[in-house]
Structure formats: C-alpha cells, structure tokens
C-alpha cells in the first residue's frame, strides 16, 4: 500500500511539471546597466517573480497561449511584451528606458538662489530670515549672508556682484516694485518696505536671471506671497520698537488679511544714544489688507493692498552749514497694490497676469532746500506656459510698465512708457542635461530705443547629487532718474553675464561654487552732476569673482549653519572718474557665517551670525591718487535668541554688533579747499555701535500647530 501511494504522488507531480511552462530572461537600461528588483510579471495573473542582481529573472507558469509579459522599474517607464506559452522555454530580454520626471530632473543653478522645496537651490525660508541674527526681520539684511553680496552699512541696500544698489530690482508676483525700500537719510541704512512672513518663497537671481525680467544690470529679488491660508488667526507682536496687528478670516474659497503696523523710534532712543541729533524719532504707521480667491479647480486670485506714512528728522553733517549740522526731514507716504492671477487650462496651459500701482510721494527738507520726489508707476503683465511634451515647455508674455516721476528741483517731469515682450523654452534632452533659451524685446518710448536681450542658460547632472550650469544673458537699463531729468534722452546701459556653477547636494549639506565675468558699456559720464553738456555714455567697466556657499543641516545636532564667502574685483570707467577704478561699493573678500542651534531643554532657538568685509575704498582729494584711501575692515558678530515659554508664544531678542566693533564707511569731503588748499573731511560712522531688539510673537488659531514645530 505504501509503494502505491509514493507511485500515485510522483506521477501527479510529473503531470504538474508537464503543464508548467518556465519564462526567464534579462532586464537592463538602455545604457546596458542590469538592473535589479524590477517586477516580472504576467498581466491579468499571479504569476511572476523579481529580477536578480544581475537583471535575471526565471518563474514557471501554467498559463497557455498569447500572454502579455509585463516589466515594471520605478523611474523607468512601463514595458510590455507579447509571448506565445506553448509548453516550451521562453527566454526574453527588456530594454528599460528612464521615465522623465521634471521634478527629478536637473535644473538650471548658476546665479540662482531660492528659497523654498522646489528647486535644489533652496536656501533661506521666511523664518530663516527672521531667526538670522543681524538680520532684524530685514529680506535684504538676511541676503546679505549670501555669497556675492557686499555690505554697504550706510545704505542697507543690496549690492549684487560690483554692480550698485539700482542695479538690482525687486519683483512681487511677477510685478515690479519700484520703491522697495524705506525712506532715508544720507549716510544711513534703510530697510526694506515688506514683512519676509507675507512671502512663501524667495528666489535671489544673482546674474543670469531669466528673459521675464529687464531693467536690471545685476540682479532681480523675487518674491512670491502665500497662497491660500486655511485656518482663521490673530498674530500680535509687542515690540520694542513699536507694535503689529494680523488677523486672518478664512471662508471656502476665499481668505483675507488685515494687518496694522505702527513702529516708533523714539522710546528707543532715549535710552540707547545715538551719534546724531534726532529732532524727530523715525516712525511709521502702515496698513495692510490681502486677499486670497480660489476660481475654478486650479485658479488663484490674489489682491495685495498697502500703504504707508513714514517720518524722521535728525541733523546731518554739512560743511557749509554754520555748526556744521543741518536738518533733514523726509515725510514719506508709499501706496502699493499688487493684483495678480494664476490658473491653468488643461493639463498643458498655466497661465498668468497681473496689475500692479505704485504711488510714491517722499517729502524731504534740506534745511531750506526743498528735495521732495514723486512716482507713480502702473505695471500691466501677461505671460502663459506651454507644456509641449514632458521634455519641452514653452513661457511667453508681455508686459507694460508707464511711469511718471517728479523732482521739486527740477522744472520739468519725467514720463516713460516700457513696453516688452519675452519667450523662453526649456528643452530636457535628457533627465541629465537641459537647455534654457530666451530673448527680451523692450521699447521705451522717452527715448525712442528698442533693446534685444538674449538669454541662454543650460545644467548638466555629473550624479544624483551634483551637477554644473552655465548662464549668460545681456541686460539693459535706464541710466538714474536724476540724470534723466537734465537730458531725457540718454541711452540704455548695458551690461553682459557669464556664469558657471558647480553644487553637490547629499544628507542634507550643500555645497556651490560659482565663478562669473561681467562687464558693462554705454556707462553714463560726467564732469560735473548737473551740468548736462558734460554727459556722454563712453563709460566701461567689468566685475569677476568666485562665490562659495556650504549649508550643513546635519553635522552638528540639533543645529544649522552656512558659510558664504565672495572674491570680487571690479573697476569702473564711469560718472566723474578720471579713470578705471574700484567703485567705493565694492569689497574684495566678504564673509559670512550664519549658526543656529535648537535647545530644546530651554525651548530656544539661538542664533549667531559672523560678517566680515575687506577695506572698501574712497576718494580723498587732498592726495593725488585717485580712489587711493581705503575704509576699516567691516567686522560685525550678531546674536538672536527665541525662546517659546507657550506652543504659541515666542519671545524673540537679538543685538547687533555684540563687540561694538568701530566700523566706519569712509569719509566725506568739503566740496572746496580751505586757505592752505587743504579739503576739510568727516567721518562716516554707523548712528550707533549695537542695535538692540526685544519682541513677543502671539498665534492665536484653531490649528494644533505651533511656533515650535516652525522652528526647530
């Protein structure tokens, strides 16, 4: 009985193994490469297996007839085969091809620094500007930790790359701001006008920047305002230097902001010295009011209204004066409305537009000199995006910006019209390698010129982790406003960009270098500011440099950090220089490095930033050579603390300068010698050593979220 059971058993499974059919065979790229863990599968069964690691793969099957084999690889595009199962060995080879995913894919660096997920060059966050110590809240003061800045400390604006603080512009949305710093006095820093929290991402375009975007010899900031807010909330700051108001109301498809500001320097002051005399205290009242409209599936409407009242008067240094101090006071009303709207038609259309109004009306009293200025500037804006395939995109648009400025100085106003026109392709050839090419085309009607701008930038991946790309782009704008007034027709000055970036991103660190040439031509020169007949547009000059940006999430625990650091030369044949020289906005070296450390014992966020800039130099007419004298090294060790005593409540304080280092800006001259020939001089000093900053940030909302979760 027990033989006859065995010879029952091994012929049923003699009767399985003749009905099993075994189909095996290889799968690689297209590169040759095996590759292993690929699923194998028949369609429409349960039977299949995975490739080994050499790319094999073997599995038997009962099935009969025409069956489809299936191979599925992430990254890799599905593939397919029709098979004939007849009871025979089937042996088949796959040829994968990568599957293109633009978010995957390379993307063009050189020049770029942006802030936010999207791109491999993210870098600061809106808290990562407030939380910078040094920064103060301020977008320009916390760029100004990035490599290929240089800091001008009794401007506070941004200099990009040699070239001047006009030579960078400012976009919200896509829209132009032409005032985007507060009011000043001479010789004293300025802030910028917004609040970094109404912003989700900040792209810093250091050259090379996209065919979009004219008038700017340098640089362009651009950023972008949230989108949708989904729960309602009141923000209240208690600050030393004044207080704010936000309250948030959120709907379905619709959610506004109101915010009132209301900052003092007075109280300030009276307990910190200063170095000047202050008739009136800086301070200024603004208001606020945003709009968010969801239309439709996909699209976003978005209405940005402020406006603002600033003041202050304070005694400046003036050698004509008869105790050498005359007053300036500036009385400065700015309204912005920004209206922009973003959807997309189809899965292959995004598109775009927006209007934008700017009102400026800067009240200034030099003494008895009245140098008030006005500007209106209306901004109309469309472009569209076509997706032609996966590996090509096409963006195009149009734009108009009409402008009317005012000087009390001069009799006559100044009206300009820029109409332009841009498109721009990105080409995939492959995941590895792209292409962007662009052109601008832009007409001024004051000065009856059209200018034709290319673009071109391009990126290649070296691995998954690092890559290089290259940018060059020719840039015109408008010489400064103040010299348009005496002859409304000057021409464009022009400026060309050479770019070449290397960047290896891997565990959370991140590491670019990135060299540059740029040179400039149809410069505005002089011999003297006001008198018209000496202008003429002869003028060159070039900057090159190395950048070098290393940001480190992970090494230390608990912490983050960069170090930044910018080699620059540039000269300057221009304005009333009587030969090339270094402009005194440049610095040859700058450093910086910026520490944050969590401590969750304390429930504090600490951090410290290190700046140092080489000597900048300076004219003094009582030597022979020009531009020959130089300025202190510019040195400057800053600390923030936030400490969270509730989930919603921070308490935020910082110091500037903790040393007190005796930084000073160069010095200003007589404009005429005294008996023995000699030009009187003054220094040009920082109104005070340190700045002190203490504040208290209240949430209140529905979310369980909290400032802890934002910060560490």
Same mark, same amino acid.
């Given at each position: 009985?027990?033989?006859?059971?065995?010879?029952?058993?091994?012929?049923?499974?003699?009767?399985?193994?003749?009905?099993?059919?075994?189909? %095996?065979?290889?799968?690689?790229?297209?590169?040759?490469?095996?590759?292993?863990?690929?699923?194998?599968?028949?369609?429409?069964?349960?039977?299949?297996?995975?490739?080994?690691?050499?790319?094999?793969?073997?599995?038997?099957?009962?099935?009969?007839?025409?069956?489809?084999?299936?191979?599925?690889?992430?990254?890799?595009?599905?593939?397919?085969?029709?098979?004939?199962?007849?009871?025979?060995?089937?042996?088949?080879?796959?040829?994968?091809?990568?599957?293109?995913?633009?978010?995957?894919?390379?993307?063009?660096?050189?020049?770029?620094?942006?802030?936010?997920?999207?791109?491999?060059?993210?870098?600061?966050?809106?808290?990562?500007?407030?939380?910078?110590?040094?920064?103060?809240?301020?977008?320009?003061?916390?760029?100004?930790?990035?490599?290929?800045?240089?800091?001008?400390?009794?401007?506070?604006?941004?200099?990009?790359?040699?070239?001047?603080?006009?030579?960078?512009?400012?976009?919200?949305?896509?829209?132009?701001?032409?005032?985007?710093?507060?009011?000043?006095?001479?010789?004293?820093?300025?802030?910028?006008?917004?609040?970094?929290?109404?912003?989700?991402?900040?792209?810093?375009?250091?050259?090379?920047?996209?065919?979009?975007?004219?008038?700017?010899?340098?640089?362009?900031?651009?950023?972008?305002?949230?989108?949708?807010?989904?729960?309602?909330?009141?923000?209240?700051?208690?600050?030393?230097?004044?207080?704010?108001?936000?309250?948030?109301?959120?709907?379905?498809?619709?959610?506004?902001?109101?915010?009132?500001?209301?900052?003092?320097?007075?109280?300030?002051?009276?307990?910190?010295?200063?170095?000047?005399?202050?008739?009136?205290?800086?301070?200024?009242?603004?208001?606020?009011?945003?709009?968010?409209?969801?239309?439709?599936?996909?699209?976003?409407?978005?209405?940005?209204?402020?406006?603002?009242?600033?003041?202050?008067?304070?005694?400046?240094?003036?050698?004509?004066?008869?105790?050498?101090?005359? %007053?300036?006071?500036?009385?400065?009303?700015?309204?912005?409305?920004?209206?922009?709207?973003?959807?997309?038609?189809?899965?292959?259309?995004?598109?775009?537009?927006?209007?934008?109004?700017?009102?400026?009306?800067?009240?200034?009293?030099?003494?008895?000199?009245?140098?008030?200025?006005?500007?209106?500037?209306?901004?109309?804006?469309?472009?569209?995006?076509?997706?032609?395939?996966?590996?090509?995109?096409?963006?195009? #648009?149009?734009?108009?910006?009409?402008?009317?400025?005012?000087?009390?100085?001069?009799?006559?106003?100044?009206?300009?019209?820029? %109409?332009?026109?841009?498109?721009?392709?990105?080409?995939?050839?492959?995941?590895?390698?792209?292409?962007?090419?662009?052109?601008?085309?832009?007409?001024?009607?004051?000065?009856?010129?059209?200018?034709?701008?290319?673009?071109?930038?391009?990126?290649?991946?070296?691995?998954?982790?690092?890559?290089?790309?290259?940018?060059?782009?020719?840039?015109?704008?408008?010489?400064?406003?103040?010299?348009?007034?005496?002859?409304?027709?000057?021409?464009?000055?022009?400026?060309?960009?050479?770019?070449?970036?290397?960047?290896?991103?891997?565990?959370?660190?991140?590491?670019?270098?990135?060299?540059?040439?740029?040179?400039?031509?149809?410069?505005?020169?002089?011999?003297?500011?006001?008198?018209?007949?000496?202008?003429?547009?002869?003028?060159?000059?070039?900057?090159? #440099?190395?950048?070098?940006?290393?940001?480190?999430?992970?090494?230390?625990?608990?912490?983050?950090?960069?170090?930044?650091?910018?080699?620059?030369?540039?000269?300057?044949?221009?304005?009333?220089?009587?030969?090339?020289?270094?402009?005194?906005?440049?610095?040859?070296?700058?450093?910086?490095?910026?520490?944050?450390?969590?401590?969750?014992?304390?429930?504090?966020?600490?951090?410290?930033?290190?700046?140092?800039?080489?000597?900048?130099?300076?004219?003094?007419?009582?030597?022979?050579?020009?531009?020959?004298?130089?300025?202190?090294?510019?040195?400057?060790?800053?600390?923030?603390?936030?400490?969270?005593?509730?989930?919603?409540?921070?308490?935020?304080?910082?110091?500037?300068?903790?040393?007190?280092?005796?930084? %000073?800006?160069?010095?200003?001259?007589?404009?005429?010698?005294?008996?023995?020939?000699?030009?009187?001089?003054?220094?040009?000093?920082?109104?005070?050593?340190?700045?002190?900053?203490?504040?208290?940030?209240?949430?209140?909302?529905?979310?369980?979220?909290?400032?802890?979760?934002?910060?560490?």
């Amino acid at each position: 009985m027990k033989n006859l059971i065995l010879t029952l058993v091994t012929f049923l499974l003699c009767l399985s193994a003749n009905g099993q059919t075994t189909i %095996s065979g290889m799968i690689k790229d297209d590169k040759g490469e095996a590759l292993s863990y690929a699923n194998v599968y028949l369609e429409n069964s349960f039977d299949g297996t995975s490739s080994n690691d050499d790319g094999s793969f073997s599995f038997t099957t009962s099935e009969k007839g025409k069956q489809t084999l299936v191979v599925d690889f992430l990254g890799f595009k599905q593939s397919k085969k029709e098979i004939n199962i007849n009871e025979k060995a089937i042996s088949v080879q796959f040829v994968m091809k990568e599957e293109f995913n633009r978010l995957k894919a390379v993307t063009v660096t050189a020049g770029t620094f942006e802030a936010g997920d999207k791109k491999k060059a993210a870098v600061l966050k809106p808290l990562d500007i407030v939380t910078t110590a040094g920064a103060m809240g301020d977008i320009g003061n916390a760029l100004q930790t990035l490599p290929g800045t240089t800091t001008v400390g009794e401007s506070g604006r941004l200099y990009v790359r040699g070239g001047s603080s006009e030579e960078t512009q400012t976009y919200i949305d896509g829209m132009h701001v032409p005032v985007a710093y507060t009011s000043g006095t001479p010789n004293n820093a300025v802030r910028g006008r917004f609040n970094p929290f109404l912003f989700k991402g900040t792209v810093f375009n250091t050259g090379g920047y996209s065919a979009e975007y004219g008038q700017a010899l340098s640089s362009v900031l651009l950023l972008s305002t949230k989108d949708f807010q989904v729960k309602d909330r009141l923000d209240i700051s208690l600050m030393s230097i004044g207080l704010s108001l936000a309250g948030t109301k959120v709907w379905n498809k619709t959610a506004v902001t109101a915010t009132l500001d209301y900052m003092n320097l007075d109280p300030y002051f009276k307990l910190a010295k200063q170095r000047v005399k202050i008739n009136e205290a800086w301070n200024s009242l603004s208001g606020a009011i945003s709009l968010r409209q969801k239309t439709g599936d996909t699209g976003m409407l978005k209405l940005y209204v402020t406006n603002n009242n600033s003041k202050t008067n304070l005694d400046v240094f003036d050698f004509e004066a008869n105790d050498n101090y005359t %007053s300036y006071a500036t009385n400065n009303t700015n309204l912005f409305v920004n209206a922009s709207w973003k959807g997309s038609v189809g899965d292959k259309w995004i598109l775009r537009s927006g209007i934008s109004y700017t009102k400026d009306n800067n009240k200034i009293a030099y003494g008895e000199i009245d140098l008030s200025n006005q500007l209106s500037e209306l901004h109309m804006k469309a472009n569209a995006s076509f997706f032609i395939q996966p590996k090509i995109s096409l963006k195009f #648009g149009a734009e108009q910006i009409r402008r009317e400025l005012g000087q009390e100085i001069f009799t006559n106003d100044l009206t300009d019209t820029q %109409s332009s026109s841009f498109a721009e392709t990105n080409i995939y050839l492959s995941k590895k390698f792209v292409l962007r090419l662009g052109a601008r085309l832009e007409y001024i009607d004051r000065i009856d010129e059209l200018s034709f701008s290319p673009r071109f930038s391009s990126a290649y991946m070296l691995n998954e982790n690092s890559q290089i790309s290259f940018a060059y782009g020719k840039y015109f704008q408008n010489p400064n406003d103040r010299f348009a007034f005496l002859t409304p027709n000057l021409q464009l000055e022009q400026a060309n960009h050479f770019i070449l970036n290397y960047q290896v991103e891997k565990n959370k660190r991140l590491l670019r270098a990135e060299v540059y040439y740029k040179n400039y031509d149809n410069l505005l020169q002089y011999e003297h500011a006001f008198n018209p007949s000496t202008f003429q547009q002869n003028g060159d000059g070039y900057a090159t #440099g190395l950048d070098i940006f290393y940001r480190d999430l992970k090494t230390i625990k608990n912490s983050k950090f960069w170090i930044s650091y910018s080699y620059l030369l540039s000269e300057r044949n221009y304005q009333d220089f009587p030969e090339k020289s270094t402009p005194n906005f440049v610095a040859k070296h700058h450093v910086s490095l910026v520490y944050k450390y969590w401590l969750s014992q304390l429930r504090s966020y600490i951090g410290a930033t290190i700046t140092y800039s080489s000597p900048r130099v300076y004219n003094n007419p009582n030597l022979n050579t020009f531009n020959s004298e130089k300025t202190k090294h510019y040195k400057s060790v800053n600390l923030s603390w936030s400490y969270l005593p509730y989930p919603k409540v921070v308490v935020f304080s910082a110091v500037t300068n903790v040393f007190g280092f005796k930084n %000073s800006y160069g010095y200003q001259y007589s404009q005429s010698p005294d008996n023995n020939g000699n030009y009187a001089s003054h220094e040009i000093l920082p109104t005070s050593d340190r700045f002190f900053f203490i504040g208290c940030f209240i949430t209140l909302s529905k979310t369980d979220a909290n400032q802890i979760d934002q910060l560490n």
